[in-house]
């Protein structure tokens, strides 16, 4: 059993006097693929934003690991955990390398030039997001699926144990989006990286994750492994989808197929 990395108890949170998720327990576990699943609006972002600290909590604890987030010194938490938010935004006229750099914040001092360790980590990350021929060209220049790319670069340049992903194949034609799943589960695998994802798409979730959260209305109403929790009747409750569920004949994983549309 994978301990957790990271661990939320009574969490509440909320917005303008509104309470969009109430006193929920949380559990990630570290080493996994975990996607987070439910309709929109349903507090999926909020809570992705919450456990990697930049929501408030109103109520209950969260912790990293051991230690309680709300004590951590944010350049020490920027060390352990990295978030791409869905629409990340940056001048059009940083080249790659330059935004990539970006991600070595917490390690560099104020108004010195990088360190020869931020350059090689910034090579690094080039190197496992297959941007490297593309470090000196524009942003502006970049396709969508390039541009993903260099903001995932960006974010591996933390050198974090745990990345957050809000909705990132968002904007993705179909092919970059399995090319980025296929690269995020290789650095889960490879490097041992806690990956916590929201995803809209079913069968990608399948796919890619090891453990899913499923949500309704602010409340986590189920959560396993894709075997254990695929079933129609769980997909009807959450996203009122008439469907079957059958394995996938290449992959293994579960396979939902839609059969009357939503209700």
């Not at 109103?58 to 352990?80: K, N, S, V, W």
């Not at 541009?147 to 993705?172: C, F, G, K």
């Not at 959260?213 to 695929?230: D, F, H, N």
Request: neutral net charge.
């Amino acid at each position: 059993m994978n301990e957790d990395a990271i661990r939320a108890e009574g969490l509440s949170v909320g917005y303008r006097g509104q309470l969009l998720i109430e006193r929920q327990d949380v559990a990630i576990p570290a080493g996994c693929i975990t996607v987070l699943l439910g309709a929109n609006g349903c507090g999926k972002s909020t809570l992705l934003k919450t456990l990697a600290g930049l929501q408030p909590a109103r109520e209950g604890r969260i912790r990293i690991g051991q230690e309680e987030l709300a004590a951590i010194p944010g350049r020490r938490l920027a060390r352990r955990l990295a978030f791409l938010p869905q629409h990340p935004a940056a001048p059009d006229t940083l080249t790659v390398a330059e935004l990539v750099m970006m991600g070595r914040y917490p390690y560099r001092r104020p108004l010195l030039p990088p360190a020869p360790a931020d350059h090689g980590a910034v090579a690094e990350a080039l190197r496992q997001t297959d941007m490297a021929p593309l470090a000196e060209r524009r942003l502006s220049a970049l396709s969508g699926g390039q541009r993903q790319r260099a903001w995932l670069a960006m974010v591996l340049a933390q050198q974090t144990d745990i990345l957050m992903l809000d909705e990132p194949t968002s904007y993705l034609d179909l092919s970059h989006q399995y090319e980025l799943l296929n690269l995020l589960r290789r650095l889960n695998r490879e490097q041992d990286k806690t990956l916590v994802l929201v995803l809209h798409d079913l069968n990608q979730a399948f796919e890619f994750a090891d453990h899913l959260i499923y949500m309704k209305q602010g409340r986590l109403v189920a959560e396993g492994s894709p075997a254990q929790t695929a079933t129609p009747e769980l997909v009807d409750a959450i996203f009122g989808l008439h469907c079957d569920i059958r394995p996938h004949p290449q992959a293994g994983c579960p396979l939902l197929i839609p059969l009357a549309g939503c209700r």
